[in-house]
């Protein structure tokens, strides 16, 4: 139970445009988070988003929680080299556990 | 800023043996747990941990595994008798209050040979 499905799998993109990545899910979450995981580290929390509907920005990052409470996106404009890495949303149920997406790994070309 | 720490960064054990996996939650965090992601996979979820009990567990923890708060700051995950397939990072992760954004440490790469 409880499964997220993120799209797409994987994205190149040249360096400057925008990127658009999105979870789904047949369960109800009460919380959506978005991580990025760099290469031999843990995930690093970018986005928390607490209410349906909700719209949060983090600098060039913004990230949506569906109405439904069943899915969201995350946006990046501009991208930068440094973006490079693999992206997973979240979903924190009300007990507090979490499961994750199947993540999207983002390559940026100079 | 406060992180959680995880040792070692790499353990290598021979397939049926036992291993400890240490980490250090964040010093002011109530809730802690662990995650697994097998190479190249998403992260799974496997325990979590609050008041000196499990609140809840996945179907991958199973028998062979356990987790104990020795004292006022470790937290740590047992594996009894390691298999082929317990290669992975495994991920410590802790937060305050329930709601809150969970965070994660390093990891420690688990080679099983």
């Known amino acids: 139970g409880q499964q997220l499905n993120q799209s797409p799998q994987s994205m190149f993109i040249q360096e400057g445009e925008d990127v658009s990545m999105n979870c789904t899910s047949s369960s109800i979450f009460n919380t959506w988070l978005w991580y990025k995981q760099d290469p031999g580290e843990g995930p690093v929390l970018l986005i928390a988003l607490y209410k349906a509907g909700e719209l949060t920005s983090n600098g060039r990052l913004t990230a949506q929680f569906g109405i439904t409470r069943k899915d969201s996106f995350l946006n990046i404009s501009a991208s930068i080299p440094s973006d490079v890495g693999i992206y997973f949303c979240?979903?924190?149920?009300?007990?507090?556990?979490?499961?994750f997406g199947a993540g999207t790994r983002l390559t940026v070309k100079p | 800023e406060p992180e959680v720490t995880q040792t070692p960064s790499h353990q290598v054990t021979q397939m049926g043996q036992e291993v400890i996996l240490r980490c250090v939650p964040i010093s002011n965090h109530l809730y802690f747990y662990w995650y697994r992601q097998i190479l190249g996979q998403k992260v799974e979820f496997l325990v979590s941990?609050?008041?000196?009990?499990?609140?809840?567990k996945s179907e991958i923890f199973d028998d062979q595994f356990s987790v104990e708060r020795p004292d006022g700051s470790n937290f740590t995950l047992k594996i009894r008798s390691t298999k082929l397939e317990d290669s992975a990072m495994y991920f410590c992760a802790s937060n305050r209050r329930e709601g809150q954004p969970q965070h994660f440490g390093d990891g420690t790469r688990l080679s099983i040979l």
């Open positions: 941990f609050y008041n000196n009990e499990i609140s809840e």
């Open positions: 979240a979903g924190q149920l009300r007990n507090n556990d979490m499961r």
